[in-house]
């Protein structure tokens, strides 16, 4: 399902050189010179937004979600940087949202998120990325342990993660999985997120709402 081909093909293409822009935190930016309009860094936001869409689904192509709609996996990393946006999370929250998945699912190395997105996108990817030597549980409990030690940005990005995935639990399930294995996997979501929450009032609310209306919908759904 993963893309092995092609990768460094476009990585050295000449037309994805625009996609070095990784000045911009802390960089260009702060050296500016008065009278660069907001407008115009806004327009800078919005290229660095399709920037990282555009990365994320070549990245991910051919992969689909597991859900029965058989979605897009880029879909998932869309709605969560929207979440995000929606929601007044911090730039690179945002960006890193779009490519949170690379590093854990994808081609894509660390080393690859820096040259083109910069260290600080990289390090909340890395941040979000879980390390697919330990096993399965180990990495479920090290979530749930990890989670009050993570920058707000990462926290940030990690409750907008599992807001979008209880959301697919609830609508979407993957048709391999029962009704216990959904109902665990609210509980865990609501274990790491305990951890996550206290730093943007808006996405905590949204992530209440969420799990309760995940739980209400397994409840219905009770066989
Ligand atoms: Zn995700």
Do not use: C
């Amino acid at each position: 399902m993963f893309r092995r081909s092609g990768w460094k093909w476009r990585w050295h293409h000449p037309d994805l050189a625009f996609m070095d822009f990784s000045g911009h935190f802390g960089g260009p930016f702060s050296v500016l010179p008065w009278g660069v309009s907001t407008s115009r860094m806004q327009a800078n936001f919005a290229a660095q937004v399709l920037r990282a869409t555009l990365f994320a689904a070549r990245a991910h192509a051919g992969q689909v979600r597991k859900g029965a709609a058989a979605e897009p996996y880029v879909n998932h990393v869309i709605e969560v940087a929207a979440i995000l946006a929606e929601h007044g999370a911090p730039e690179e929250a945002i960006l890193a949202g779009l490519l949170h998945d690379t590093v854990e699912d994808t081609e894509t190395t660390d080393a690859d998120l820096v040259a083109v997105f910069g260290p600080v996108i990289a390090g909340l990817v890395a941040e979000a990325t879980d390390d697919k030597e330990k096993p399965k549980e180990i990495r479920k409990a090290l979530q749930i342990s990890q989670a009050p030690k993570h920058s707000e940005a990462a926290k940030q990005l990690k409750l907008a993660d599992k807001i979008a995935n209880l959301r697919s639990i609830a609508d979407s399930p993957p048709a391999n999985w029962n009704h216990a294995r959904r109902i665990e996997y609210v509980g865990w979501a609501g274990r790491v997120a305990a951890g996550l929450k206290g730093v943007n009032p808006g996405l905590d609310a949204l992530f209440d709402t969420t799990y309760r209306a995940a739980l209400a919908r397994l409840a219905s759904e009770m066989p």
